[in-house]
């Protein structure tokens, strides 16, 4: 089975901090995501990756960037959190063929608090 | 804005019965895709159905897909109380590189023993 780790389950930041979330995927998947999940508002594309050093841009990603320089590890970073981006953030991948059009396997999440 | 909205947005039924869950789209898609979320977990891959077919079985789940009114529905068969959680359709959209997911916003099923 494919596995997705997240390092943190719960993390605790403060305001104007640097906040990076971390996650690999141990099965040499092309595609790896970063979503965030909000009451009222679903899953919603922070970035995407289908490769490594490649990045796109989701729906919302402002205030955020991502690095992947290793096939595996896909990282968010919160250049300087704010009590807005707190939520819950999940990290996903997929094998290749298509970033829409194969399941996606997802974490267990990281519940972000941002005081 | 939102391409999959489920309805009901909450479901509560009893153990064994059946549960039904449908998911409305905007646009055409090329496939569609049905998701599960324990509470506090991440979100579990159930099945894909592409857009030239009309009906998956995976176990319990029956998922069928009419393009014509952009709608699916998922069954749950014989529901168990292990099936409660939130279910989620997600479909394809965009064109070319930003091709991408959208996801509703879920129905929460309740099965209670």
């Known amino acids: 089975d494919v596995k997705v780790t997240q390092s943190s389950r719960y993390l605790v930041k403060r305001t104007g901090e640097k906040v990076f979330l971390e996650c690999v995927q141990d099965?040499?998947?092309?595609?790896m995501f970063w979503y965030r999940q909000d009451p009222g508002l679903g899953l919603r594309l922070i970035y995407f990756?289908?490769?490594?050093?490649?990045?796109e841009k989701g729906d919302i990603p402002e205030g955020y960037s991502v690095s992947r320089e290793k096939k595996e590890r896909f990282s968010l970073i919160l250049e300087s959190a704010s009590t807005n981006q707190t939520s819950m953030y999940l990290c996903?991948?997929?094998?290749?063929?298509?970033?829409?059009?194969?399941?996606?396997?997802f974490g267990d999440g990281t519940r972000l608090s941002i005081l | 804005s939102q391409q999959g909205e489920e309805d009901p947005q909450a479901l509560s039924i009893q153990e064994g019965e059946n549960a039904t869950m449908n998911c409305s789209y905007k646009?055409?898609?090329?496939?569609l895709q049905w998701y599960r979320q324990n509470s506090g977990r991440g979100l579990v891959h159930l099945i894909l159905?592409?857009?030239n077919e009309r009906e998956k079985h995976s176990g319990r789940l029956r998922v069928t897909l009419d393009t014509s009114k952009k709608s699916s529905s998922l069954l749950i068969t014989a529901s168990r109380a292990a099936d409660t959680a939130s279910y989620f359709c997600?479909?394809?959209?965009?064109?070319?590189?930003?091709?991408?997911?959208?996801w509703g916003l879920g129905t929460s099923l309740a099965v209670n023993p």
């Open positions: 990756s289908y490769d490594v050093k490649m990045k």
């Open positions: 099965m040499d998947h092309e595609n």
């Open positions: 159905i592409r857009s």
């Open positions: 646009t055409s898609i090329n496939n």
């Open positions: 997600a479909t394809d959209a965009g064109a070319g590189n930003n091709r991408k997911l959208i």
């Open positions: 996903a991948s997929s094998p290749p063929g298509g970033v829409s059009n194969q399941p996606q396997h």
